[in-house]
C-alpha cells in the first residue's frame, strides 16, 4: 500500500503564498498522474492540477497562472506552490497519485484563505 503525506497547509491572507508538498512512500515516477485536488465546505472534491509521467501539466480553469505543480522523482515528492491566493480557494487539499488499478490519495491538508 503506497502511503502519500501531505504537509504545508495552514491560513494565509489573500494574495498570499503557500507550497504543499506530497511525500510518496513509493516511487512516483511509477504513477501515470500524480496531482492535486481539493474539497471545500457543501461542495464536491474537485481536480486542481496534475503532471503525467511524461511532464505534461494540466491546471484547473479556476487556478490557471497561480499554481504551480511540480515533481521531483529523486525526493518521490509533489509540490504545489500556490501563489495570488483568494478566499475561494479555501478548502482541505488532497495528493492523488494514480496507475491502472491503482488509485492512492493522502490525508489532505486545510489551505485557509482569509482577512
Known amino acids: 500500500q503506497v502511503q502519500l503525506v501531505e504537509s504545508g497547509g495552514g491560513l494565509v491572507q489573500p494574495g498570499g503564498s503557500l507550497r504543499l508538498s506530497c511525500a510518496a512512500s513509493?516511487?512516483?515516477?511509477?504513477?501515470?498522474?500524480v496531482g492535486w485536488y481539493r474539497q471545500a465546505p457543501g461542495k464536491q472534491r474537485e481536480v486542481v492540477a496534475s503532471?503525467?509521467?511524461?511532464?505534461?501539466?494540466t491546471y484547473s480553469d479556476s487556478v490557471k497562472g497561480r499554481f504551480t505543480i511540480y515533481r521531483d522523482n529523486a525526493r518521490d515528492t509533489v509540490y504545489h506552490q500556490m501563489d495570488s491566493l483568494k478566499p475561494e480557494d479555501t478548502a482541505v487539499y488532497y495528493c492523488?497519485?494514480?496507475?491502472?488499478?491503482?488509485?492512492?490519495w493522502g490525508q489532505g491538508t486545510q489551505v485557509t484563505v482569509s482577512s
Open positions: 503532471v503525467m509521467s511524461g511532464g505534461r501539466k
Open positions: 492523488n497519485a494514480f496507475r491502472p488499478t491503482e488509485d492512492f
Open positions: 513509493a516511487s512516483i515516477s511509477s504513477f501515470w498522474t
